[in-house]
């Protein structure tokens, strides 16, 4: 490069920057469908994901992600508790199987970790013995609002915040706006709706006080959807463009 | 021309500018960590060649190399470390000023 014009150096750092991040970030999509997929499933917790139930009963915190009637609380915590250490495992193998077969290492295990320690402190948190509103049958809502306090709560007792996390992280890792934007969006609609609810948020844009009843108001389907289709875009976008070709100069 | 800016071309790293370091720093800009025998197949190097560059490198604080063991086979993983990703930085910057000041006014 000495004896080339400092705008042929330029060039030439650009283009083996280029081909370096394609080499070492074409494996992103793989994770990314894994955690869009583990998001997709949840839908199967709920009872009534996308219509509206003439009665519900809803458990706190809401194992199955989002509040809203679940098919067995027990069964939720499992998927979530169960389910995600598993698709932290299989993306852990498809980056190891990645190192051994392109040579070049991405900071994949943060984001895995930063995942794990969000869950564990999800299992803590919701030990940590606090006055839970008891179960409510939609038709008595005229009973007393849980106070602010555990409201709040509420938006982060929930495990899709651990998925959200690992996403964020893992787009930090992967050098990656999208990716980072899309685990905030996951995490934001899941906080949002765990507290008072999209359709509390029109509330207050109306300039009316939100219920936190108004968390129930929207199905969880629609909002799981929502909040898994910028992964799967990034997903289906990294792995038909993004495929690291070894023979391409 | 501004005579008190000092000319881009100052602001050049000798470590650094150097065709094939440049080339090196590049490569594992973009990775956590990358292996020897990726950047010698990348920047089409001999084993002994990239291994003196490595070894200027190493000495200056620019970048880490660690040896390990990838299942049973041997390996040298190596790393750029924050400094080396700084004077990458700052290489790039001189060169786009420089770039920038032999560009023919229009």
Known sequence: MTTESPEQVLTEVRRLRRRSKARAHGGVWLPVAVLAGLLLLSIALYT???????????????????????????LSYAFWFVGTPAAFALIAAWYRWRVRRVGVRVGWHWALAAGLVALVAL???????????????????????????????????????????????????????????????????????????????????DGSRPSSFARYDTRPGPLVLAMAAPLVLFAATRAVRAPFRSGAR | ??????????????????????????????????????????????????????????????????????????????????KGRAALRDEVAALERLVARLRPRG
């Open chain 1, 123 to 205: 299992a803590v948190l919701a030990a940590v013995p606090v006055e839970l509103p008891r179960d409510v049958p939609l038709g008595t809502l005229t009973a007393d609002q849980p106070s602010l306090g555990s409201v709040l709560l509420d938006g982060v007792r929930t495990p899709l915040l651990p998925l959200a996390v690992a996403t964020v992280v893992l787009g930090v890792a992967e050098g990656s706006r999208a990716l980072v934007a899309a685990g905030g969006w996951v995490a934001l609609v899941a906080y949002v709706q765990c507290t008072i609810g999209v359709a509390g948020v029109f509330a207050v844009l």
């Open chain 2, 1 to 82: 021309m501004n005579e008190d800016v000092p000319h881009p071309s100052l602001a050049l790293d000798e470590t650094v500018h150097q065709r094939v370091r440049l080339g090196i720093l590049a490569v594992l800009s973009e990775a956590s960590e990358c292996t020897f025998a990726v950047l010698r197949d990348e920047l089409d190097l001999t084993d002994g060649n990239l291994s003196r560059h490595l070894r200027v490198l190493e000495e200056a604080g620019l970048l880490e190399i660690r040896k390990g063991y990838e299942g049973r086979r041997p390996c040298t993983w190596l790393r750029l470390t924050a």
């Open chain 1, 48 to 74: 009534s994901p996308f219509r509206a139930p003439h009665e519900m009963t809803v458990a706190v915190p809401f194992w199955a992600g989002l509040p809203s009637e679940q098919r067995d609380p027990t």
